[in-house]
Every structure is written in C-alpha cells, then in structure tokens.
C-alpha cells in the first residue's frame, strides 16, 4: 500500500541532514530547558515542524521515520486530510461554546458512533472528556455511582495516567508517583497474565490467581470496577494468555462488579481489531478511549451499558472543555477515515510485515526476549542474552541508535527494557521495511553490550 493518507505535502523517505539533533533543535532545546518545567522529559531532542504518513520533519529539515504516532494517537495519519478540512471548517464555525451551556451536533455524532462502534450491541451511553487520564477517573466515578461501591481493581504493571486517582492506579513508581503522594484511596492491585514471565501460565489459570486476590484482599461487595488494559500500553506492551479477559469479565459481571477496558492505548483499529476487546469478543460494560479518537486533537470518553453510564446525577459529569467542537470535528473525521481506507485491515497487513523482521532478528539475536503485539502495536521485550533478564540499558542503547539514524521509537515496560513499535496506520511498506532495517542495525552498533 501506498502513501495515500499522507496529509501535508511531505516527502515520505527518510533523510537525514544534520547529525541528531541539528542546530535549529539544539537551539530550541536549549529554550526548552529555560522556558519549561524540567520534569517534561523528551524522547527525542528534536522539534517537529511538519508530518504526514510515516514521516515527522523536524526544524533542520531531518525527515524522521514515525514509528511512534506520537504515543499511539495519530493512527489515521498525522495531518490527516479528512481531519484537516473537518477540523478548518469547525473552527472558522465556532471554536467552543460549552456543550454543558449550549450543547452542539458534533458532540452527540461523536457519542452516537462511539456507542455504535464500540463492542456489544446493548443500549450505551457516552461522555466526553479531554485526556485519557481524565475518562479513567470519570469511568470510576460512574462505576461508582452505578454499585455504591467504592473499591477499584488495577493490575500489574497498569497504565492510567498521571492525576491523583490514576497515579494510585498506575503501577510503576519512577517516573509516574515517585514523590506525588498521597494517593487516592480504594485502589488495589492484582497480578496479571504475563506469559513471557509468568512460565506460560494459560489465561483461565491466570484469570483465576488475580481472582483469589481480589476475593481474599478486597471482597467482591466492596469491589465498584475491575480496570484493565486489554493489552497494556506502557507496562510493556503484554498481551494476557487468550482466555484471561473472558474469564475476569465472567466474573464481573456475575458478581455485579463494572468491567471497565481502558483502551486508551489500543483504541481505533490499533491493534488490527477496532477495539483490543474484539480480538475475544469481550464486552465490557464501560470502554475508555482518548488517543486514536481524533487523530491527535484532545478527545478522550467513557462509552458504556446505558443503566450504568445514566447512573450519575446530572451535573455530576461534565468539564469546560470536555467534547470540544474541534476535537469532536476530528473524532468523526478520524472515524471516517478508519472506515473508508479500511485500516484495521492496514493494522493487520503491518502486523504481518513487520512481525516477519522482527521475528528474523529474533532466531538471530539472543537478546530479545519476545518478540509480541498485535496489528501495529509490537513490541520487542530485551533481555541479557539467553536470559529472561530484562536489559533496560541495551533498550535505551538501541532506540538512542536509531534515533541517530532517523526513527523514532519509544521504549516502555516496567523495567524499561522493552522496545515498542506503533506507526501511524498511513505509513507506506517502504518506510515500514526501512524501519526494520535501521533497527536491525541499531542492534548491530550495541552490539557487545552497549552499557
Ligand atoms: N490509559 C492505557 O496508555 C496514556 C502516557 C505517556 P492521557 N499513555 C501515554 C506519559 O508518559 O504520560 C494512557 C494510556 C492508557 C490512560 C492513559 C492516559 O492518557 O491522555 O495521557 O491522560
């Protein structure tokens, strides 16, 4: 497939021009650093100035090859043309209003598609907010507000984001919580299927040793909502045992609990499903979204069973800017586009290219671990060679070397030794297989150990 979604007219090779990061973004690092707060970190040092398909421009004129999409959010394509033209003509309409003051179209089109799209075919409701982390805290509240419980189940390596209540549902400590406590209350963790380092346990298995936790630690009639990533995000891109998802939704459901997917991460044909849930046909009774929604404005929402959404009062959800005009313009734009260039099926076909290359590095590389993921969230998990060791420096060692050669990839895992893959879905094959090859040689220049 070819480069048609590309948006802005931007060449789609990768081209270096200057070493890695260039004057102009040495110098615009150098504002950043006396401008912004130190504690926003950046994976690259260079600034963008322009994108489209699979390639990010930087301000030296650097054309960067997108495996990243901005952390999984312009899956349709940065700049896409459909989000472009909605997006100009809303905001020359009007730009906000409200929709608590005076309510407007493009919010209730969103909810309609989302409860159309999302899985199961029960009456659903939807609310929209601004950031991921945001519907994650709204999604308890109606939980909540539906059980008159207040217990909160998370799991292992969990990613919800960075406000009070979804630092004390994260799981990792540095860089997410450390200092920034207390935390909110009610929040308990169980263990999650890990297959590459839980010794292959199967998911019924799996499902029913996180189970005897929550029965034994929280208790089923103080427990609100199970909170999950299907495949989780930052964590380390871990993919449960099939069998693991059903089997906690089944028990959530018999015991009245609110099964809430958090599938910021995994959303919108990601994952080579439309939602990460598909892939076992799991209903959940509320679905968090945010990221892939709008092709990278700020959308986010809580779609779910119409008796538990309608559970809080009125009044009691809401935020100033939460289903913005603009960001809603987008939201049915990047929708449109998913459907009409039909790019879970685009998901799927980079699923089977890459997983091919990645998997050939593997039979010849002792240092990775696992190769797993689905559609175009993959990820390579590093290890000491033959080991199950995780190995962060060599992850840093080899996103740092493929940085220097014009990709950008982003690391995770709750040891940090995890490479993971999310291109925008508007990347050509070419730009993919040239990917593959500067990380099979950014894994050759560490090799022997780049500490
Ligand atoms: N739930 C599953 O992946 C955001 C965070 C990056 P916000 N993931 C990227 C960082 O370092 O902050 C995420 C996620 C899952 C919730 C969130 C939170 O979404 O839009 O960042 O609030």
Redesign the pocket.
């Known amino acids: 497939m070819s480069t048609t979604t590309a948006g802005p007219n931007v060449t789609q090779r990768r081209l270096l021009t200057t070493p890695i990061p260039g004057p102009r973004s040495r110098a615009l690092m150098a504002r950043k650093a006396r401008a912004v707060a130190s504690g926003v970190a950046t994976t690259m040092p260079v600034f963008a100035t322009r994108a489209a398909g699979g390639i990010v421009v930087d301000v030296d004129g650097n054309h960067l090859v997108d495996l990243g999409s901005g952390?999984?959010v312009t899956t349709v394509g940065n700049s896409a043309p459909r989000v472009v033209e909605a997006v100009q003509e809303q905001v020359a309409a009007f730009t906000h209003t409200c929709f608590m003051v005076t309510p407007y179209e493009g919010y209730v089109a969103v909810a309609e598609a989302l409860n159309r799209l999302t899985p199961g075919d029960h009456e659903k409701r939807t609310v929209l907010f601004?950031?991921?982390?945001?519907?994650?805290e709204n999604a308890v509240k109606i939980a909540r507000a539906h059980t008159g419980r207040q217990a909160v189940v998370v799991f292992d390596h969990?990613?919800?984001?960075?406000?009070n209540l979804?630092m004390a549902m994260?799981a990792k400590n540095v860089?997410?919580k450390h200092g920034f406590g207390p935390f909110a209350g009610e929040v308990y963790r169980a263990p999650l299927s890990y297959p590459f380092r839980d010794g292959g346990l199967d998911g019924e298995t799996a499902a029913l040793r996180a189970i005897d936790v929550i029965e034994k630690q929280v208790g089923a009639d103080n427990l609100a909502a199970v909170v999950i990533?299907p495949i989780?995000?930052?964590g380390g891109f871990i993919e449960p045992a099939p069998g693991f998802l059903p089997r906690l939704a089944a028990w959530c459901r018999y015991h009245g609990v609110v099964f809430v997917a958090?599938?910021?991460?995994?959303g919108f044909a990601r994952t080579g499903d439309l939602f990460a849930c598909d892939h076992e046909g799991v209903v959940p009774d509320l679905i968090?979204t945010?990221?892939g929604i709008a092709g990278g404005l700020?959308l986010?929402a809580v779609t779910g069973r119409a008796a538990i959404m309608d559970a809080a009062h009125a009044g009691g959800l809401g935020g100033t800017y939460g289903g913005n005009p603009l960001a809603c313009a987008a939201a049915l734009a990047a929708i449109e586009t998913i459907e009409a260039e039909h790019l879970v099926t685009r998901a799927r076909e980079i699923e089977t290219l890459m997983l091919e290359g990645l998997r050939a590095l593997q039979t010849r590389d002792p240092r990775v671990g696992e190769v797993r993921g689905r559609g175009a969230m993959l990820a390579v998990e590093l290890v000491e060679a033959g080991t199950d060791r995780p190995d962060p420096a060599l992850a840093r060692a080899i996103a740092g070397a493929a940085h220097e050669r014009g990709v950008i990839v982003l690391t995770c895992g709750t040891h940090g030794n995890v490479l993971r893959l999310l291109p925008p879905l508007s990347i050509s094959d070419e730009l993919l297989r040239d990917g593959l090859d500067v990380l099979e040689a950014a894994f050759a220049a560490s090799a022997g150990g780049a500490r």
């Open positions: 952390i999984a601004n950031s991921g982390a945001e519907a994650v969990a990613y919800h984001g960075r406000t979804t994260t860089p997410y990533e989780q995000g930052e958090d599938e910021v991460q995994t968090v945010a990221k700020p986010s």
